[in-house]
DNA sequence: GATGAATGAGAGTTCATTCAT
DNA sequence: AATGAATGAACTCTCATTCAT
């Protein structure tokens, strides 16, 4: 493993086990056995460290959720299939997914790195849009059904870390029936 | 008003508009119109000050969606009721709902006080339990439950700060369907 | 004395002796007895202390040259009278002049610094221009002039710091026989 | 030009430019087109990076000033062809006599560099020692009446960078009626 | 109780220098 | 000889907290 991914990995466990503030660059620079120079090879700033890696492991959780996706599947197959897989992602990956929802408010990520982040929401709203025009999910802004559903899910993933087969289903399911027609 | 609250208010104002990283003891001292050493006369520390005013607000939405709440009123309209009133408090106390938000996965809140926050939700088990009971809602754990509506709620008003009438409806009818057998 | 007053004392001293870059804040703050942290009170950064430094310094050998000064005294005699002075002053002030000479060129300078000072030279060239007008000063702009005269004296001061009365009045003579007619 | 001029030219510009302070040891790389290591076979460290980089260009002032001097003119002549010689040089490279301005009282020159500095003005001497012996300068210490002459000129031309002919001669001419007799 | 000047630990960051390639 | 990634000491500056008034 390299040393830019060093401090990634670092920087993500420090962050979601004592917060962003009290986690100096010092101690990411300990944990990730390097120099506290170094960093700053690779990163110019704390700000841009924690963007970085925001921007990194939401492509990482969409990459992951959409690869495989099959787009002509039915829409409710679609829908659980792709919400499945984040939980999944988030079961697999927990130090991921709780800095995803730690700093999902934060102040400290930039105008850029929140527009990169929302465009991978694109793929994920056409499964909505197919399910509107076939009539069998309420016909609502679509934006506003994807938050719905994944404001849910991340909090019933957050509040189980070690959620089973059967509630992941469960949950799903109840998400599903929110927005069904 | 007295001091303390003033103290209250102005720290909630900065804490929402800049972040608490970003906000100092000065600053709200200032905002609030007394010197630094009175703020310590009210709150032994900066980490103090936030969980109190996160009790407080939190308490103060509690109080707000139980008011007047009918326990004997049919499942539903209890459900409809309660959130409603959530998502009301949310839209005419904006400042108070960001800051439960910004705060809500905040390590710098004690142990202590999630512990109070969390015993507010009880009235709201109820509803559910007796949802259950009567088989119109989902017959799984109740908090599981209570998380998903309110993940839901919280996040659709959170990218709709200036929700209407029918969008309100809309989302709580969501979460209705979610739950409900 | 105040402290603000030993911090522009404390600093001037390590300025001179090790020069600016080799002197930290915290050197300064054990000099001046005091914390880092009180020296940003007084100063908001680095360069404010010097900027403020330079024009307090500059600010009090310009007072003292021309307090008392004679204007209706023959040219000569006030041409002398003033330089002389400016020599006193620097040797009364070694560690002041030593830092005006220091600093002079110095990018650290503001704008705004660098134009008070300049301000200072006012009454100075009026000697010049009286002179000129009487014909007894070579008709040349007033400021070469003032420039030629200082650059000469201030290099004579600094390698003699220890001038006497005798040297003095040569260095005042030949700057005077540089510009008469 | 070969690596160890381009990292002095380079170092020179930005120096000026921007003061030793603010140019790393980087930046100078990158406008010598070399890699920092490089730099560190030719210059044992950045302070006697400056210090050659300084008696290099006051070596090469004196060298200007004196090739085709001759010790049999009188001495009024020489002086003034000396002085004029350096204020063209100043004209014609103002890097380098900015450099040199802007580091004559610098803490970072090192007793060694200061001293062949200091040997370079011997020559210079040697017309003001003929012209004492013949009467025509006045009688006092010679260095005292190098620095005085030196001090007027450098000052006249830093604040005078673009210079005309007739100004050149009014501040030589200024200079020598300073000194003789 | 009210105040804010004083404090210094500790933050983020820079940069001269080293050394393995 | 040439390179530049790696380093960490040391910098400037911040700010929660204290305490004398």
Do not use: R
Not at 13 to 40: D, H, P, R
Not at 54 to 61: A, G, S
Not at 86 to 108: D, G, R, T, V, W
Request: net charge neutral; proline share 2%.
């Amino acid at each position: 493993m390299n040393k830019k991914d060093n401090i990634l990995k670092a920087a993500l466990k420090l962050f979601v086990e004592q917060g962003e503030q009290a986690t100096s660059m010092k101690w990411i620079a300990k944990e990730a056995k390097c120099g506290i120079g170094t960093m700053y090879n690779y990163f110019e700033s704390k700000e841009e460290l924690i963007n970085e890696l925001y921007v990194d492991i939401k492509t990482k959780l969409f990459k992951y959720i959409l690869e495989e996706h099959d787009t002509n599947a039915p829409v409710k197959q679609q829908f659980v299939q792709a919400w499945l897989k984040s939980m999944n992602y988030a079961i697999s990956n927990k130090l991921e997914y709780k800095f995803l929802q730690a700093f999902s408010h934060s102040p400290i990520l930039s105008a850029e790195a929140t527009e990169k982040v929302n465009k991978l929401l694109y793929p994920l709203f056409e499964i909505y849009e197919k399910g509107k025009k076939e009539g069998i999910i309420k016909n609502q802004d679509t934006i506003n059904l994807v938050i719905f559903t994944n404001g849910a899910i991340a909090a019933s993933i957050c509040n189980n870390p070690n959620i089973d087969e059967q509630m992941k289903n469960n949950i799903v399911l109840m998400a599903w029936d929110a927005i069904k027609n």
